[in-house]
Structure formats: structure tokens, C-alpha cells
């Protein structure tokens, strides 16, 4: 399956030596010297540019976005759709755009710190910072070096020192380091999102989070290991938003964060972004037949966080005609949704609805109960498996 696809941007600079020899010397004044190159900056906070700002004192608030280590920088910087539920209520969106040469924890820590003063200087009464994995991280390390820079911190999958697979030892820093941050943050909500399936947490944060941040009391919500969703960048998806929108938004007013149940709060209106659908979709063969059961279009989100739509025209139980979909699930351009025609059958074993591997992918759908059915899609060399529940759509 296709998903969003980092890109890594090197930058190198070269300061020409300038040489001159003059002989026999003069008594005359020589040529200046040329003027030191300035060097690039390393961060730029830039206005998100997908709605007009209200301004510092019509807009709830400012909401500073600072992407994962391996984003693809200026070149692609959209703050993903759980930013633009944010947005939605009224905040105003910047982006901190990190250049990857001098890409450090201490020069990111550094440029939001300058970043959320310059906010505050502007006058917005409350400032958000908002990050994913070294976003998250960096965002965390700043109101810990800078208390009192921010009302609010929202990090997902927050980690700063590489992956289990790459190098367990120093993913264990992941943890002991995390802590050691919070250990210094007071005075600042922080939402935090752990999750499962996870190669750059090395386990065990959750609980020590926890007991970390209720000992000194500061205000926090810890969402650890969803069974919704797993994977490190799910946080960037619009199933995610769509379910936790609404949690994140609720959290930077709730008197009692400690009383949030984000399962409980309602989905926030993410749209569903597909491509290549029928005009028309079909409704509901209103049949128990083990066919009938499901004909229809059934549209949900997978546990990777990308939404998927299948829609069952019919047939016969060993040829059924179906469209599957993939959303637009991370606002990159990389991200782009597709379609395609399959061709199932039913497992005479189960009742499963199988459509055999093609065009990179598997799909198997369960039959459905109380309006939904399960779906699983697996790669067609089998190293990812993942799996959603779909809801039945009115025509």
C-alpha cells in the first residue's frame, strides 16, 4: 500500500576562499574584504496557508506544528488533518519548518522557544504546540527548558534517539530521556500518544508517564497503546483526527483533563478524501443471503489510520464484482488516494468474502454484524497486515 513517502533533503554549502597578491605592494587602501556569506537559517515559523488567519485577537489561539525528523521540510509541510481540527475552531496555524542541515534536538528546542515567544509577543492569548515523533519531542523539551512558554502541548509517538530495529540500546533512551523531560515541565497540559507496533518506543512509557506526571501534578492526558490504531506515524492520518479530533480540542479547555474519555468524546469532521468512486453507490441488497449480507458500500479506517472504502456491486458467490478504495490519509503530496476494481469470491469454510492478491495487496472482509464488517488488507509479500471496521453507507 502506498503511504506517505520521505523524502531527505541535503543541503551543503561551499564559502569560496578569495585569494589576491599584489606585488610590489602600494601605499594606497586596498579593496575591502567581502562580506561574510549569512548563513541559512535552520527553522522558519511560516502561516499555515490553507485559511486566512483571524489574527491574535479574534483567533482561540496560536497553534506552533513541528514535523517528525524525516518530513520532507519546506517542500511539502502540511500540519496533518488532527492540526486542521484545530484549525477548524478557530485557531490560527503556523508551521516551524526545520531545514534537515542542523537538524538538532537543541537547535529545534531553540527555534520553538523563539517561536512561541514571538506568538505570545503578537498578543494570542494561548499557544498550542502541537508535533509528531522528534516534533513531539522537541515540543516537550522546549516547555521543559521554558516553563511558561505554552498552554498546551500535543505530542504522538514522541521520540528523539531511533528505532528498537536500528539500535535497541539507544531506542531505550526514547523512555529514560522522555522522562527525564517531563520530570521538568510544570505549569503546561500536555496530551500525549503512545502506541503499539511502535519501533521507536521501546516500552514501558506509558505507565512510568503516568506516575510521572500525576506525582507532580501536572495537568495531563495520556491516550497509551489504542487498540484502534498502531504505528508510529499513525498520528498523521485522518482516521486518527476523525477519532481523536474532538479529544484534542476538548482538552485545551476541560477544566479536569483527567475526566476526558476520548473514547467517548464524537468524531470530529474529518472528510473522507477517495478518488475514482461509481456516481452512484449501491445500497443494501436488504437480503440474509451470504451475498447479500454484503452488497453495499462499507467506508471505515484501517488500524494504520488510512480510510478505506469497499464497495460490493454483486455477482455470484464465486465471482463478486467490488471497487476497494484508499484514501487521502496524510495531507502530503506524496499521500495520494487510489482505487481499484477486484473480483472476490466467498469462503465457503467461513463466510469470508476473499479477493485474491492484486496490484500489491490482499483483501479479506468478514461478514458483516450490527452494520459493519471487519476488513484486512495484507501486502502481497505479507510484511503488513492491517485490519478496520467499516460502516454501512446509505446510498
Not at 492540526?83 to 526545520?98: I, M, P, S
Not at 534537515?100 to 498550542?128: C, F, H, K, N
Not at 487498540?227 to 476541560?254: E, M, N, P, Q
Request: glycine share 10%; with cysteine; net charge positive.
Amino acid at each position: 500500500m502506498r503511504g506517505a513517502l520521505a523524502l531527505s533533503l541535503l543541503f551543503a554549502a561551499a564559502l569560496p576562499l578569495a585569494v589576491a597578491a599584489q606585488a610590489p605592494p602600494r601605499p594606497a587602501a586596498t579593496a575591502p574584504a567581502p562580506a561574510p556569506q549569512a548563513e541559512a537559517p535552520r527553522a522558519r515559523m511560516v502561516p499555515d496557508d490553507r485559511t486566512a488567519h483571524a489574527g491574535p485577537g479574534r483567533a482561540a489561539g496560536a497553534v506552533l506544528w513541528n514535523h517528525a525528523g524525516d518530513s520532507p521540510r519546506p517542500t511539502d509541510p502540511a500540519a496533518p488533518p488532527f492540526v486542521g481540527v484545530l484549525r477548524a475552531a478557530g485557531n490560527d496555524v503556523f508551521r516551524l519548518e526545520r531545514q534537515p542541515q542542523g537538524d538538532t534536538i537543541a537547535a529545534g528546542v531553540a527555534a520553538v522557544v523563539a517561536s512561541a515567544r514571538d506568538l505570545r509577543m503578537r498578543g494570542y492569548r494561548r499557544v498550542v504546540l502541537a508535533g509528531q515523533s522528534a516534533g513531539g519531542w522537541i515540543s516537550l523539551a522546549a516547555i521543559a527548558s521554558a516553563p511558561g512558554l505554552a498552554e498546551v502541548v500535543v505530542a504522538t509517538a514522541p521520540a528523539a534517539y531511533g528505532s528498537r530495529t536500528a539500535d535497541a540500546a539507544r531506542a531505550e533512551r526514547n523512555r529514560d530521556e522522555l522522562l527525564r523531560i517531563l520530570g521538568a515541565v510544570r505549569d503546561t497540559r500536555v496530551m500525549l500518544f503512545f502506541f503499539d507496533a511502535d519501533d521507536f518506543d521501546p516500552g514501558g512509557r506509558g505507565e512510568a508517564v503516568a506516575a510521572l506526571l500525576g506525582r507532580r501534578g501536572v495537568p495531563h492526558l495520556l491516550v497509551d497503546r489504542p487498540g484502534l490504531f498502531r504505528g508510529h506515524g499513525v498520528g498523521l492520518t485522518s482516521g486518527f483526527a476523525r477519532h481523536y479530533g474532538g479529544c484534542i480540542l476538548a482538552f485545551l479547555d476541560v477544566p479536569d483533563p483527567a475526566q476526558l474519555d476520548c473514547d467517548e468524546t464524537p468524531p470530529a469532521a474529518v472528510p473522507w478524501r477517495f478518488t475514482g468512486l461509481p456516481d452512484s453507490l449501491p445500497g443494501p441488497a436488504n437480503d440474509n443471503s451470504p451475498l447479500g449480507r454484503f452488497v453495499g458500500a462499507w467506508q471505515g479506517s484501517l488500524d494504520n489510520g488510512d480510510d478505506v472504502m469497499l464497495v460490493v456491486e454483486g455477482g455470484s458467490s464465486t465471482r463478486v464484482a467490488a471497487l476497494f478504495a484508499r484514501g487521502r490519509s496524510r495531507l502530503t503530496k506524496a499521500d495520494q488516494p487510489f482505487s481499484q476494481r477486484r473480483t472476490g469470491r466467498l469462503d465457503d469454510a467461513t463466510g469470508d468474502l476473499v479477493f485474491a492478491p492484486s496490484q500489491g495487496l490482499s483483501l479479506r472482509a468478514t461478514p458483516p454484524r450490527e452494520g459493519a464488517l471487519r476488513l484486512e488488507v495484507e501486502t502481497t509479500d505479507g510484511k503488513r497486515q492491517y485490519r478496520g471496521l467499516l460502516r454501512a453507507l446509505s446510498p
